[in-house]
């Protein structure tokens, strides 16, 4: 029988494979060939998440993979309606992501809080200059997107003492339906975005969102950066009806050095990294290997992304939400 | 019966010591005049916690007041030897500043393991440069004090999944003796003092200490300035014994403009300010508000100082310590 073939559209750097060695051909592709040769392929592993050569490069009716994987929490860059209708399974990267992005998110609303980054720019002056910060304990935040992510970082910031409101599509159980984020929002000391790609989370922070912030209010987005209409936030940084916010994801990425957001007052521009930390892409790697063989043995995979939503449904019962 | 006289060596701001109408003469000095109205006191609120006067007008064997209390949690500034030797009661503000201060610490370690310092200064530049975090989780620390403040620390880094090691003078429970802070110290990602100045803290973190760290590791004091050689911590950055340190405390505060500590590489500096949060000054006088009112009593003090030790002793059965 000859082995499956799986075909890893990846620019540069390789992932580690190696154990796939006498389970399968493993076979590397650019953009420019992934047409040509997706019809050969049992499987494609996204690992350049951040092209977007898989819609263009799907094919319709033809033969295609059994099976695709992306080494990413979000698909949207890799689902088109094509890929969606057909019998392809595709899976994502949950379960690498979510502690270092729940991190990150920490991270920020502490340095917010302890107005860390005036701390640096007074001491490239050499200005001693003494000021108060905020007690994160006892402040309230909501987080949007009620994933892995949204519920890692809701324990987190639970965890400092945040009192946190995590609001999903819908309302069950510990979780606020989407009909109640402006309210919560209203009160927010933090709102934090970890919603996937969806038509229906596309350009949802918007003025008429950003309006509703108290003004010592903090958006922070590690979901993705078309959520958010960037021109927006801008001038509702400028109008200052929030106080500051932070982007790790952009609707263009990598964002231009041409680009007005770099100098806008209180905004933190990162280059989307909150999830990467030191061994990421092993971690990538292995995870792979490891759903791969349990491909090949014709077992279910886990993280399969229901393709009409475009995210993993969360199974709520396997969740340990501590209270929101 | 007239009202008990309570001095408040204070230059500028002014507590809100309103409930005291009534219960107490409220009467003021500054520095200057302190040695001559510290007899006619029968209570002394030390608001003003970066002077030194105290030591400098402390009265030997004449009148002198029966409590002085310090709205800070160190007191090396005034324990003098006559004070220690006279049966004057001296308090501190336990239990304000640990919170505060235990955030600040969770936010250096999270602004470190984010390389945030980095994003900052890339921004600046306009440049999109991906880089790898670390992950927090499963990191270790080394918290030296077992004070109210180091143990807070202790927990919340503990809460953010730190594997945290606490290191007081003595051995008990779980808590390590100062014996252990070497090979402790040695294995450690994060090393936080947060110890009070007495003679053994004194220039304790010196070559010999941060020779043993891994070139990894990053320094945190939040505790006394003098606790730390500045100049042996300046040369290890510069040998890259450690990865990096902030010091929020210093042995000459405010810092001066000219101060080298300003621009070493790896170096954050803050301007004291790690335990003041919104509303301090006022939880401040609250607390001793509070206090007074215990004291005119007759009813026993709580925070009361060993002037021998120079801090407030813990009651380990009182604490509740989440496992280190």
Redesign the interface.
């Known amino acids: 029988m000859p082995e499956p073939v799986v075909l890893v559209l990846d620019a540069d750097p390789s992932p580690r494979l190696g154990r796939l060695t006498g389970r399968a051909r493993v076979l590397r592709t650019g953009a420019a060939e992934l047409a040509a040769r997706l019809p050969d392929a049992d499987v494609l592993l996204v690992w350049d998440f951040t092209s977007d050569a898989v819609r263009e490069a799907w094919p319709g009716d033809g033969p295609r993979p059994r099976w695709v994987h992306a080494a990413s929490a979000g698909v949207d860059r890799l689902l088109c309606p094509e890929l969606a209708a057909s019998d392809t399974v595709l899976t994502n990267a949950r379960g690498v992501f979510e ?2 992005v729940a ?2 998110v ?2 920020l609303v ?2 917010f ?2 107005d ?2 005036t ?2 720019a ?2 490239r002056e ?12 006892g402040s309230r935040a909501v987080v949007v997107g009620a994933g892995p992510i949204g519920r890692e970082i809701t324990r ?1 910031l639970h ?3 945040v009192q946190v409101a995590l609001v999903g599509r819908t309302a069950r159980r510990t979780i606020h339906g989407i009909e109640d984020l402006g309210p919560l929002a209203a009160r927010a000391d933090w709102v934090i975005s970890a919603v996937p790609l969806t038509p229906s989370t596309y350009g949802m922070f918007d003025t008429r969102f950003f309006g509703v912030l108290q003004p010592s209010a903090r958006f922070i987005n590690v979901g993705r950066g078309a959520s958010v209409v960037e021109a927006d936030l801008v001038e509702a940084l400028n109008r200052r009806w929030l106080a500051g916010a932070a982007l790790d994801v952009f609707r263009q ?3 231009g ?3 007005p957001l ?2 806008v007052p209180g905004l ?7 999830g ?3 061994g ?1 892409r092993d971690r990538l790697g292995e995870q792979f290997v490891t759903m791969y063989e349990l491909w090949a043995d014709g077992s279910p995979l886990p993280n399969v992304v229901d393709k009409e939503r475009g995210y993993v449904p969360s199974t709520d019962n396997s969740e340990d939400l501590e209270g929101t």
């Open positions: 502690r270092p991190e990150y920490a991270g502490l340095a809080a302890k860390l980054p701390t640096l007074l001491q050499h200005r001693w200059h003494h000021r108060e910060g905020q007690q994160v304990a987190l965890g400092l003492g990425e990598p964002l050095e041409e680009s770099w100098d933190l521009v990162s280059p989307h990294l909150s990467d930390t030191a990421w």
